[in-house]
């Protein structure tokens, strides 16, 4: 069986002090072989002070964005060979904050996992519906096309993405979607990329949306969620242990 996967998403928060007793909360409570895969998407300044932190431990490093370049007059991004100079294991692509705030379309988001997986690095595709596109009855239809867009990165199996579904109504606002709503969409994402290649179930498909240390048990227990996005929550050490331990 795959290993669940729960990856806090620190956003814009925290800084050199708050991030120390952050991760060494975390190493202080964590096992030593967690039965789960663990990772933190910090922000950029701070990737190699997390790196340094988590060396050798259970604790991957992310980094919450990728290029969808690979190097040169792009000021402000950061590449994926940059990236991995600093042993990012997994890059979030297309946050819904990206989406939203940066204009991010489907067609940077593939650019930015091709770029991601050409070094090795694992993207994290962020997908999912507004309030409005599922009051509308379009939460299927827009999932289904942001999830295409990855899905034929040129020479790349498709078992090397994971995918957080996110509905954005959830983002943040402890609003979180119900197990069974969670799984409708994961479902349908399986179905998806069961069409498009014989290793759908080696994808990992997290949600992501005001999970909790109190949501997280049920979330994590529906057939086709394995693992989490956590926002909110993986910036306190107490609250994203107990996720941590829903996962195992
Ligand atoms: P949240 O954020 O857990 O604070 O809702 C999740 C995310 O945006 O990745």
Redesign the pocket.
Known sequence: MKKKLIAG?W?MNGGLAANDGLVRGLLAGLASAPSCDIAVAVPAPYLAQVQALTAGSPIALASQDVSAHASGAYTGESAAGMLKEFDVRYALVG???RRQYHGESDAVVAEKARQALALGITPIVCVGETLQERESGHTEAVVKRQLAAVIHVNGHCISEIVV?Y?PVW????GRTASPEQAQQVHAVLRAQLAAASAHADRVRLLY????NAANAAELLAQPDIDGG?????SLKPEDFLKIIAAAQ
């Open positions: 998403n956003k946050h819904s904050e957080a996110e959830a983002i943040g606002t992501g949306g005001s999970m996005l956590v926002g909110g929550a």
